[in-house]
C-alpha cells in the first residue's frame, strides 16, 4: 500500500472511512474501525485524517486562463459586457506566447492549492490573435498534465462572421487538439449563422459543444431555443453545454419552465458564473436591481445539469476571485436561495462530479478501482465546507501528493490575575 488515509470524512457515505492506494489507483474504501491495523504496517505513508473531510479533487467547469490577471493593465473599470469586451480586445496585440502562459500558470498554481485537478478552458482564437493563445494553452496541458486534466475549448471571443479568418483558425484549433469548440453567438452579427457555424464544426471534429450565451438580463435574447434545436438536429444529446445563460433569469416563470424542460430533454448542462453575472448584468435597472444570474433553481427542479464556474480572475469580466470552486459555489448559494444540508451536497456535486458528467468525464469518485484524485479539506461536514470553504488542504493526483496548503491560527488572551 502506497497510501492510507485514516479516519476521514466521507460526505456521499456519511461516516468516517479509511481509504487505501497503490499504484495511483484507490485500493479499497472502508469504515474505519479505529485501529490502523495491518494496512497502516504495510503503507509508505499513514495520513491520520480525523477532522478532515475526503473528496474527488474539485472540476473547474469554465474557466478564460488567457484572460487571467489583466485588471491591472486596465484603464478603468468595464461598465456592462460589451465594454468588459471591447477593453480586453484592445489588450490582445500586447500578448505573447509567454505572457499567456505566465498569467495562465499563476491561476493553475491557484487551482492546485484549492484541489482542482480538472478544468475546462476557453482559448481566444482570433485574427489578432491568430493561435497565439492556442499555442500557450497546448504547451500548458503538456507540462502540467501530472497535476490537471485540462480540456481546452477553441473560443471565438470576438466573433466568426465580423471576424474574418477566425472559421479558418478555430478549425486549425479543431485539428491540432481541441477538448470542445465554443462560440459566442451575443457577439456576432448573425447569431444564428454563429451557432450553424459552430455545431457543424464540432459534429464534422466529433467534439462537444461549449457556448457562451445569453449573456444579459434581457427576457427576449433566447438563444437557448435555437441551440435546444440545434442539439437535438445534430444528435449531440449531453454534449453541449452553455455558461451564463442569465437572460433565463429575467423570464417570466412559466415560460423559463418550459425552456428549463427543454434543456434537461435535450442533455444541455448549464454553467451558472457568478461572479461576472452578478457583477455585469442588472446594470440597467434604475432600481430593484435583478441579481443577473440564470434560473438556477427552475432549471434544477426541472432536472438540469446545473453545475458553477469561476469564468474569469482579475480581468475586466471579474476583478476579483481567487480561483476556488468552493467561493463560487458558496456565491451561488448565497444567491440563489441554496441554503440545506441537502443543497450544500448539490453544490458539492457541481463542481465535482455532476461537472466531471458536464464535462464528458466519468467521475467514479472515491470509490475501490477509481484514479486516486483525491482531496482532503479540514472541515466537519459538507455544510462546513461550503460555507467555510477552507484552506487547509491536501491534494492527490493520480496518488502522488501535489499539492498541500496548511496554516496556523491562534488566539492571544490574557491570563487571569
Known sequence: MDTLIREAFDPYAGERVDVGVRDGVIAFVRPSAGGSGDASREAGETVDARGWLLIPGLTETHI??????????????????????????ALKSGYTVADIAERS????????????????????????????????????????AGEIDLQLVAFPQEGIHQAPGTAALLEEAA????????????????????????????????????????FSDDPEQLAILDVIALTERYGMQGRVAVGHLTSLGSVPPDRARLIAAGIAAAGISVFALPATD?????????????????????LLEEGANVCVGTNN????????????????????????????EADAMRLLGMCTGRAAEALGVSDPGIRPGAPANMLLVRA??????????????????????????????????????
Not at 114 to 120: A, E, I, K
Open 313 to 340: 480572475l482579475r480581468n475586466a469580466f471579474t476583478p476579483f476571485g481567487t480561483g476556488d470552486p468552493l467561493d463560487m459555489a458558496l456565491l451561488l448559494a448565497q444567491t440563489a436561495y441554496l441554503g440545506s
Open 380 to 417: 466537519d461536514g459538507v455544510q462546513d465546507l461550503i460555507y467555510d470553504r477552507p484552506r487547509e488542504r491536501v491534494l492527490w493526483r493520480k496518488g502522488k501528493r501535489v499539492a498541500e496548503t496548511s496554516l496556523c491560527s491562534q488566539i492571544f488572551r490574557p491570563l487571569n490575575g
Open 175 to 214: 485539428r491540432r487538439g481541441a477538448d470542445a469548440v465554443g462560440g459566442v453567438p451575443y457577439n456576432d452579427k448573425d447569431a444564428m449563422a454563429h451557432l450553424e457555424y459552430v455545431f457543424r464544426l464540432a459534429a464534422s471534429a466529433g467534439l462537444p459543444v461549449d457556448l457562451h450565451l445569453d
Open 64 to 89: 478564460h486562463l488567457d484572460k487571467a490577471f489583466l485588471a491591472s493593465r486596465l484603464p478603468r473599470a468595464a461598465s456592462d459586457v460589451k465594454d468588459a469586451i471591447a477593453m480586453t480586445a
Open 278 to 298: 452578478l457583477y455585469l448584468n442588472g446594470r440597467g435597472d434604475a432600481y430593484r436591481h435583478r441579481r443577473g444570474l440564470t434560473a438556477v433553481g427552475i
Open 105 to 144: 500558470g499563476r491561476a493553475l498554481d491557484r487551482a492546485a492549492r484549492f484541489g482542482v485537478t480538472r478544468m475546462r478552458a476557453h482559448v481566444e482564437i482570433d485574427p489578432v490573435l491568430g493561435l497565439t493563445g492556442w499555442e500557450a494553452a497546448l504547451a500548458l496541458r503538456e507540462a502540467r
